[in-house]
């Protein structure tokens, strides 16, 4: 690699390459929402792809580094969708909007089942905590700038918790049956809105 090469992952430099490493990262996500993260390799990952081993190689030097690369990839995803959700809901109650945001990240989860898994894997750098800890920091913001009465740490803390949940749920959510599903999403609805109106009113205990 030469000068173009930057951290742990080669800059496609025409349309062809671009489209090898979207194929790469759809595969190797399809193989972390399978198997898991910890059970992947790269061979099986190459070999979805269609890809022989060293053609991996040549764009992401481990599998650490294609976590980190659909972990960028889905971080910015939500965000996108946290910020339309914020548009389409402003001047709604905290109920309503706790509402549609789980529904949001339940369809989110659906099409993407490998995401919490790749935000679970391990980080392999302090960009990658970064790039983790930015969904928590963008929360944050949302909760203390709907509610300023609500401290920033206090915002961070509850960013915190429903991302927790949030995580929970998806676990629950893949585990059940599909008609046990619904039912599910109903129960985290309900703790959430629950726990999002006592925090997030303008009273604090």
């Known amino acids: 690699m030469d000068s173009e090469t930057l ?10 390459g671009e489209r090898s490493v979207a ?3 759809k595969a190797a996500a399809a193989e972390f929402a399978e198997v898991g993260y910890d059970a992947a390799t790269m061979k099986a990952i190459s070999r979805r792809a269609g890809a022989s081993t ?6 992401f030097p481990n599998k ?14 939500i965000e996108q969708c946290w910020t339309k959700l914020e548009e389409a809901t402003a001047g709604l109650s905290v109920k309503e909007r706790t509402l549609r945001f789980v529904d949001m990240m339940i369809r989110f989860i659906e099409e993407h089942p490998a995401c919490f898994k790749v935000l679970g894997a391990p980080a392999g750098s302090k ?14 913001s949302i909760f203390h700038t709907r509610r300023p009465a609500v401290s920033w740490e206090q915002a961070y ?3 915190s918790v429903v991302l927790q949940m949030i995580k ?3 676990a629950l959510y893949a585990e059940v049956k599909p008609q046990e599903r619904l ?11 629950t726990y999002l109106e006592k925090r997030l009113s303008a009273k604090q205990e």
């Not at 039912?183 to 809105?193: D, H, N, T, W």
């Open 23 to 25: 194929d790469l990262l």
């Open 7 to 16: 951290g742990t992952r080669r800059i496609p430099q025409q349309e062809r």
């Open 127 to 140: 960009r990658d905590k970064k790039t983790r800890d930015q969904l928590r920091e963008r929360l944050a």
């Open 183 to 193: 039912e599910i999403v109903k129960e985290y609805k309900l703790a959430l809105v």
């Open 54 to 59: 060293g053609a991996v190689y040549q764009y």
């Open 157 to 159: 803390r509850v960013a």
């Open 168 to 170: 929970g749920m998806n």
């Open 64 to 77: 650490e580094a294609i976590a980190s690369a659909l972990r960028t990839q889905y971080v910015n995803e």
